[in-house]
Each structure stands twice: as structure tokens, then as C-alpha cells.
């Protein structure tokens, strides 16, 4: 009986390290971003969390939206598999000065920065830069353009897609 309980026992811890030692699902992973509409992928410079501003701000505001809540979590949750720098990137379209645009960028990088270290993530991790719109992921010459462009972007420096969102499903 003690063998078998040992062995049942052994069994299980195997069980439940090959699960750990999968880790995340990417094809879940995938869905769970879609569903509080963030956009996670590899970069040059790290994994990059896009976050769009219809998700975090109103217009014209650096304070976040009460429903932004669960796109935050989420970015949190992806976050914490890793232990290296973040830099929080705010972005905005080109109405207006950019003057204006600088500062609004900046102060919405800070908001969300000081969300992800409210949520858990390590102040001494996370830095903040504002680039207004002068780096757009879209033509400014649309109003489909200038939303993609308002956007918030967290970088995690260095870091790569499979530790953030697990590796890919094998496909027969």
C-alpha cells in the first residue's frame, strides 16, 4: 500500500511539473488579449503590449477609463512572467501641437505605469517615454489611422514572445 501510495504520489508531482513546465497556452493566450482588446507581439527591442487609448482613455484625457480596468489586468498578467525592464510608450495622432501631443503622450505613459506598479509590477522595472506622433503605426490621413495611432505600448526590453505568451501549438 505504501508503494502504491508512493507511487501515485510520484505520478501526480510528475503530472504537475510537465504541466508547469509547458507553460502558457498561445493559442488561449491569443483570446484572452482579443477579448479586452490588446495586441501582444516580438520586436527588435522585446515583446511589445499594445494597448489602443479607446481601451484606456477618453479623448483628450490622461486618466484612465473606468472600464479600462480588465485591458490593464491583462497587461499585468503578461508582465509577470517576466523580470526585465518595461518601458510604458504613450502615442497620440497629429491633431494638434506637439507640444500638446508631447505631453499628453507623457502623461498617459505615466497613468498607465502608475497602474501596472498599483497592480504588482515593480516600480524599479518600469520607465516612461512619450513620442506624441512622431512615431505612428498608421497614416494620421484617416480617422482609422489617427485611432491605431492613439495608442499606449508596453515594452518589455529584451524579452521574447514565447516567455510572455507561450510556444506555439504544434500543428499536425
Known sequence: ????????????????????????????EIALNQQVGIEVTQTPEGVQVRLPDRVLFDFDKSGLRADSGPAIQRAVVLLK?????????????????????????????????GALEERGI???RVTTKGFAYDRPAASNATPEGQAKNRRTEIVVIGESLDAIMGKPAKRN
Open 81 to 113: 512572467r517576466s523580470k526585465k525592464s518595461v518601458i510604458v510608450e504613450g502615442h497620440t495622432d497629429d491633431t494638434g501641437t506637439h507640444d500638446y501631443n508631447q505631453a499628453l503622450s507623457e502623461s498617459r505613459a505615466q497613468t498607465v505605469a
Open 1 to 28: 500500500m505504501k508503494q502504491f501510495l508512493s507511487l501515485t504520489a510520484c505520478a501526480l508531482s510528475i503530472s504537475l511539473l510537465s504541466a508547469c513546465a509547458t507553460g502558457p497556452d498561445r493559442d488561449k
Open 122 to 124: 515593480a516600480s524599479s
